[in-house]
């Protein structure tokens, strides 16, 4: 349980609020790379910010206020140029920093005092890593982004959004929180399906911390004690992922929304090499479209169902925490450690300055065997509602016997 105090401050994420600084010092992942060749604007709130991530004709990236400040127009509707995007309006352009470069209209007008050097629009930096973009709106210099060793892995990758209509903390306590595997999953799944047959049972749990998250380690009943789910474990990521054999990011939209994206990763033996020329992307349908209620058919949609449910930003002056939430509790205590870290000065955790450290750094990792079809173990590929024709039918061909 919490104080009303102590949940504002790990839930409010936007700028000049305590958390809201905390997960500034950090990259956040905004889209796929494919998204933006696809079309190359993009309107995003990130953090409570209202924002437009675009791709310009020589290929860098830039992110930008989404109104121009001229008279405020939507600039996910600007056309890109060789080194920015400009208004559809009336043609301002502004560079990847945030400087208007061309008025095009008072540029004739006024040569004398060029106006557009007074004029300047919020700009952040936005790097390319692993098929994804990644935004930095913290103070600079920013930190290095985390090179993971296994986004170089021979497997294939696809990127899946979740709209989650509640706050990312919600998202991010599931991420240490082993329990509900074994019922929001699977014994509701079997109940779903009309089976009777239960899970396995969790019978000892344990947590640890490590530089970049905790670790959080599952005994089933009937696992031996060097049981991979034991002794390896899965990873709460910091400051807001949940690194099992992908990766998902609960990346703040507002105080009341959350983008989770997944990022698949289905290991292929070496003697098949996987080469992606784009990582696919897809949004997840949340919504049953019958019923407008959330969907419940999928791990994914059932860990929505349990977030979304929890409120659109839980109370948790009203919980009641057991010995299965100890992991939750290092969490919170871990974050609100670095709220104090942040306020005086220091990095947080996991930061990693270094260029030369940055190089494929290990996470653990508990391997998943992936059999495309089967309806068997989990971890089995099965297509998924939603999800394109296309990627199926790539794995399909990829895992053809
Ligand atoms: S509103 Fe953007 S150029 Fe006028
Ligand atoms: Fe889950």
């Known amino acids: 349980m919490l104080s009303e105090t102590d949940n504002q401050r790990l839930t409010g994420v936007g700028r000049g609020t305590p958390m809201g600084d905390l997960l500034r010092r950090y990259w956040m ?10 079309r190359p604007t993009k309107r995003v709130r990130l953090m409570s910010e209202d924002l437009v991530l675009y791709k310009d004709t020589s290929g860098g990236y830039g992110l930008l206020d989404a109104h121009c400040p001229h008279r405020r127009a ?7 140029d060789a080194c920015g995007l400009r208004c ?33 629009t919020k700009a952040y930096p936005v790097q390319a890593k692993a098929g994804l973009l990644w935004a930095y709106l913290g103070p600079s210099p920013a930190p290095e982004l985390w090179d ?29 929180d082993p329990i509900h595997f074994e019922w929001l999953h699977l014994n ?75 990022f698949v990763i289905d290991d292929l033996p070496k003697t098949r090499p996987c080469v992606q020329p784009r ?68 990095d947080p955790k996991g930061i990693v300055r270094d260029p030369a450290r940055n190089h494929r750094i290990p996470l653990p990792r508990v391997q998943q065997k992936v059999v495309f079809g089967a309806a068997g173990p989990i971890g089995a590929f099965r297509p998924m509602p939603g999800q394109p024709q296309e990627i199926i039918d790539e794995m399909a061909r990829l895992w053809a016997p």
């Open 29 to 38: 992942p905004l889209a796929a790379v494919a998204e933006l060749d696809d």
């Open 74 to 80: 939507d600039m996910s509707y600007g056309i890109p």
């Open 88 to 120: 559809s309006y009336h043609g301002w352009l502004f560079d990847r920093g945030g400087n208007c470069i061309e008025q095009p209209f008072e540029d004739v007008a006024a040569l004398e005092s060029p106006f557009k050097n007074k004029v300047k």
């Open 148 to 176: 993971w060793d296994i986004y170089h892995a021979n497997a294939y990758k696809q990127i899946i959004y979740y709209e989650v209509p509640c706050n990312w903390l919600q998202c991010q306590e599931n991420s240490i």
């Open 188 to 262: 509701w799944s079997a109940t779903q399906r009309g089976s009777t047959a239960a899970s396995r049972r969790h019978v000892k749990l344990d947590f640890k911390e490590f530089e970049f998250g905790f670790t959080y380690h599952r005994l089933l009943e009937n696992a031996p004690e060097d049981d991979a789910l034991w002794t390896i474990g899965r990873v709460c990521l910091w400051p807001n992922c949940l690194f099992t054999a992908g990766f998902a990011w609960h990346v703040p939209v507002d105080d009341e929304n959350t983008l989770t994206i997944s």
């Open 279 to 346: 990582v696919p992307y897809w949004y997840a349908p949340v919504l049953d479209a019958r019923t407008g209620k959330l969907r419940t058919d999928t791990f994914g949609n059932q860990d929505v169902v349990a977030w979304v449910g929890q409120g659109r930003i839980c109370d948790r002056t009203r919980e009641h925490l057991g010995q299965s939430d100890r992991g939750i509790l290092m969490l919170r205590r871990r974050l609100m450690q670095d709220l104090d870290n942040v306020a005086a000065g220091a």
